[in-house]
């Protein structure tokens, strides 16, 4: 009798002592998934990423674009914040980077993207991002494509949906962008 007691009472406080963080660390786990995705994304190699993205195949063409993007824009992590849950089917994850972008406009300013990952079933079937660009980001995009249209037709033929070119896209805007610098400096 006692040792089915001593039984009882290991599996018992077993299933008790199961924390969130120890499931979150489960190599099956939404949050596994995502910080594997995250690990992926900032391989620079897209054949782990494609992976990490299998069940989420609508994601596949714009995630995959902004990789080659943040590595021709030479993406260094300066801050990675765990992900986090925010609901049960949803995993956000915040990266600080540096960038050739934003050095070419001159801000000093960082910016923090956010990866929006929709979880069905513990897989990954959507990603979308999200990013906190200074305001002079878009308006040097949009000046950019008012004074260089070639670029939307050229390099940066479809921009961020399965453009075949997203290192030379950015390569590209990084000039624009610091042409746009300067012409700001000058007025």
């Given at each position: 009798?006692r040792?089915?007691?001593?039984?009882?009472?290991?599996?018992?406080?077993?299933?008790?002592?199961?924390?969130?963080?120890?499931?979150?660390?489960?190599?099956?786990?939404p949050?596994?998934a995502?910080?594997?995705?995250?690990?992926?994304?900032?391989?620079?190699?897209?054949?782990?990423?494609?992976?990490?993205?299998?069940?989420?195949?609508?994601?596949q063409?714009?995630?995959?674009?902004?990789?080659?993007?943040?590595?021709?824009?030479?993406?260094?992590?300066?801050?990675?914040?765990?992900?986090?849950?925010?609901?049960?089917?949803?995993?956000?994850?915040?990266?600080?980077?540096?960038?050739?972008?934003?050095?070419?406009?001159?801000?000093?300013?960082?910016?923090?993207?956010?990866?929006?990952?929709?979880?069905?079933?513990?897989?990954?079937?959507?990603?979308?991002?999200?990013?906190?660009?200074?305001?002079?980001?878009?308006?040097?995009?949009d000046?950019?494509?008012?004074?260089?249209?070639?670029?939307?037709?050229?390099?940066?033929?479809?921009?961020?949906?399965?453009?075949?070119?997203?290192?030379?896209?950015?390569?590209?805007?990084?000039?624009?962008?610091?042409?746009?610098?300067?012409?700001?400096?000058?007025?």
């Amino acid at each position: 009798m006692r040792c089915v007691l001593t039984v009882a009472l290991i599996f018992g406080l077993s299933g008790c002592t199961a924390s969130p963080q120890s499931q979150s660390a489960s190599s099956s786990s939404p949050l596994a998934a995502a910080e594997r995705l995250i690990d992926a994304f900032y391989s620079f190699d897209p054949v782990p990423l494609r992976a990490a993205l299998s069940n989420a195949p609508a994601s596949q063409a714009q995630i995959i674009f902004y990789q080659g993007w943040a590595e021709g824009a030479n993406y260094a992590v300066l801050k990675r914040q765990p992900c986090r849950r925010n609901s049960p089917d949803e995993v956000s994850c915040e990266i600080t980077v540096q960038d050739d972008l934003i050095a070419a406009l001159g801000t000093g300013y960082w910016v923090t993207d956010t990866f929006h990952l929709s979880l069905r079933a513990g897989r990954i079937v959507n990603v979308r991002t999200s990013s906190n660009d200074p305001p002079d980001f878009e308006e040097a995009l949009d000046w950019l494509k008012l004074k260089r249209p070639d670029l939307m037709k050229g390099p940066c033929k479809g921009f961020f949906a399965r453009g075949p070119t997203p290192q030379a896209c950015v390569k590209a805007v990084v000039k624009g962008f610091a042409k746009y610098r300067a012409t700001r400096l000058n007025a």
